[in-house]
């Protein structure tokens, strides 16, 4: 864009909002009562919010059916002390609430009514003050390399105007046992409460300490992350050793008890195939069974032997695709025999 158009385009912009302002100020005052909620010009005391006052309370711009019209600057928003105390401010002595506020109940536990971390959560008023009622927050100074305190031994960092003259907010994990390791005088930071089953808790970040001792501080916390990174990554490697130790040692441990069953069972069917074939009655037999005695079960006598075998019937077993019944007897031998 040429330099004259930016020129005109500027102009213009200027000329507008000088416009909208000559308007805004010659605006007329609605008749409606609620037209004046949350007007961007003027305001009527009715429709105050609860922590909003009028100060000054003037000039009288006008009324709307009884009641007077003031302009919209003249409203003040109103903060308890501890609001106040983020902006670096803090109530003059002597000052009294410009407004007093009741707030709902609040329903606490045993525990929590024990403590008295939040005292201003047990009353049930709200003192309110204006910013004409205020002065810069005044802490004292750190001195000697001693960091102020309060009653509880912290310092309350509800922004970084809160903090006392002379120190800094160092925002980081484990910096503490670092000061502490150096023996440099150090004080926890509390920013803020936070709400946990029905209890206040304090809510802690990082230290405060002296502006000399700064450059010190992050040094040696730069040096013990460094030492606490290695020593995590030793300690992950260790750990990744020991898991693949254990995997290669399972994997040989079910490899040997693997093989060690498949040698078992080829020196067991070995076996049962030698002493088949060795024995006499390998091959199907054509003898006849001997009349039953005593039990009524089946016995054989084999030529040349004096034993008499027996098949017990919890011994047989019968191939439905052969048709070959297989008898045992309680020595060892066997006998098929063919079903038609």
């Known amino acids: 864009m040429a330099p004259l158009e930016q020129l005109e385009l500027a102009a213009t912009n200027d000329s507008e909002e000088m416009e909208l302002q000559t308007r805004a100020l010659t605006e007329p005052l609605p008749t409606n009562q609620q037209a004046y909620k949350d007007h961007h010009l003027y305001a009527l005391e009715k429709w105050l919010h609860k922590n909003q ?7 009288v711009l006008g009324f709307c059916k009884g009641h007077p019209v003031y302009p919209r600057s003249c409203v003040q928003t109103l903060q308890s002390r501890h609001g106040w105390l983020p902006e670096g401010l803090q109530v003059r002595e002597n000052e009294s609430p410009a407004k007093v506020v009741t ?7 045993s525990q929590s009514n024990e403590s008295n971390s939040n005292d201003d959560g047990l009353q049930l008023t709200t ?9 810069p927050l005044q802490l004292p100074r750190a001195v000697n390399g001693i960091v102020p305190k309060n009653e509880r031994g912290q310092v309350d960092v509800w922004s970084e105007k809160c903090l006392p003259p002379g120190t800094v907010h160092l925002r980081l994990p484990r910096v503490f046992q670092v000061a502490k390791r150096l023996g440099i005088d150090y004080a926890p930071a509390m920013v803020g409460f936070d709400y946990r089953s029905g209890r206040c808790v304090p809510v802690f970040d990082g230290i405060v300490v002296c502006d000399e001792f700064k450059n010190a ?4 916390y730069d040096k013990e992350e460094e030492r606490r990174q290695a020593a995590e ?5 260790a750990q990744a050793l020991s898991r693949w130790y254990q995997l290669l040692c399972s994997i040989a441990t079910r490899k040997r008890l693997k093989d060690s069953y498949n040698a078992r069972s080829a020196a067991k069917i070995d076996t049962h195939q030698k002493n088949t074939s060795d024995s006499p009655g390998s091959s199907k037999a054509t003898s006849h069974p001997s009349r039953p005695q005593g039990d009524g ?4 006598s084999l030529p040349g032997h004096d034993h008499e075998h027996e098949f017990p019937e919890e011994d047989q077993s019968f191939d439905e695709e052969t048709f070959v ?3 045992r007897c309680p020595c060892g031998f066997s006998i098929q025999v063919e079903e038609l």
Do not use: C, D, M, S
Request: proline share 10%.
């Open 297 to 300: 079960r089946p016995k054989y």
């Open 53 to 59: 006052v009028l100060h000054p309370k003037g000039p």
């Open 325 to 327: 019944r297989t008898k």
């Open 127 to 135: 003192e309110l003050y204006g910013k004409w009622q205020l002065e």
């Open 103 to 109: 707030r709902p109940k609040r329903t606490f536990n």
């Open 233 to 237: 990554r030793k300690q992950e490697e």
């Open 217 to 220: 501080i992050l040094e040696a």
